[in-house]
């Protein structure tokens, strides 16, 4: 059995709030994995066995923001269904309040789902999995996005994080204050906190796929002072160096 990865478009109503569905099966790849901060926060739906420190995590369960490496394990394979939020909409979305809890355990309807899903997944009809998602979303709460966060968002993912807060707050047409109270009420983060993680995310595609990449043009491209303030904000988020994270991924 093979590893398979796949992402699917939200429908129209949903794409302030959903950046995407997704099916991951993890197969022949040992215990153990390891799971990287990005910009987003994910709503985890999984189908085997799925462990933190031991413990077995409940299905769903949210993954906030993450400011380090999150270690998980596994006794076999592994299928999981996630869906991929802003994390200025993710709470909203829930309706749950926002706290800053990398990975969060939560009671919500939507676990309903659970046995569902799981016959979808046995049967390989990831598709509709993903529409059993995409109408309980629909339904279950308002979709609207607060026009300050939905101008902000789009900025900063325009930019890939690499915009000063002052810049999102023009786009956004709000002050700076009033921005950062927006943010924090609806995510937990402030706008530096997330824009940090996208621009990391950004510096870890680029060496994930060019591992060869010159650090200080990196730097320079992704709106970090110099290589070592590159260097020190992804060891905080990866907890390694990345020339480090770069020798792993040569051959």
Not at 96 to 106: A, N, Q, S
Not at 161 to 183: C, D, I, N, Q, Y
Request: aromatic share 10%; glycine share 8%.
């Amino acid at each position: 059995m093979h590893d398979l990865h796949r992402e699917f478009a939200p429908p129209e109503p949903l794409r302030g709030a959903i950046r995407c569905f997704w099916h991951t099966r993890r197969a022949d790849h040992g215990p153990s994995f390891e799971i990287i901060p990005d910009g987003y926060a994910e709503i985890i739906f999984y189908f085997g066995s799925c462990y933190l420190d031991g413990k077995a995590l409940p299905s769903p369960f949210l993954m906030g923001l993450l400011n380090q490496p999150l270690h998980l394990t596994t006794d076999g394979v592994l299928d999981v269904i996630g869906i991929r939020c802003y994390p200025w909409t993710v709470f909203d979305l829930l309706g749950l309040p926002p706290d800053k809890d990398g990975l969060r355990v939560f009671e919500h309807p939507v676990a309903v789902l659970q046995p569902a899903l799981q016959a979808c997944v046995a049967e390989g009809r990831i598709e509709d999995a993903v529409a059993l998602l995409a109408d309980y979303f629909s339904g279950a709460q308002p979709t609207a996005v607060d026009p300050t966060l939905f101008k902000a968002g789009a900025a900063m993912l325009e930019a890939r994080g690499v915009m000063p807060v002052s810049e999102v707050a023009a786009a956004a047409h709000a002050t700076v204050r009033t921005l950062e109270r927006k943010f924090k009420q609806s995510s937990g983060h402030t706008v530096k906190d997330v824009s940090g993680l996208m621009r990391f995310e950004q510096a870890r595609n680029r060496l994930w796929t060019e591992p060869d990449a010159n650090l200080a043009e990196l730097a320079q491209a992704l709106g970090y002072t110099d290589q070592s303030h590159l260097s020190r904000e992804f060891k905080r988020y990866s907890g390694m160096t990345p020339a480090a994270f770069a020798r792993k991924r040569r051959p």
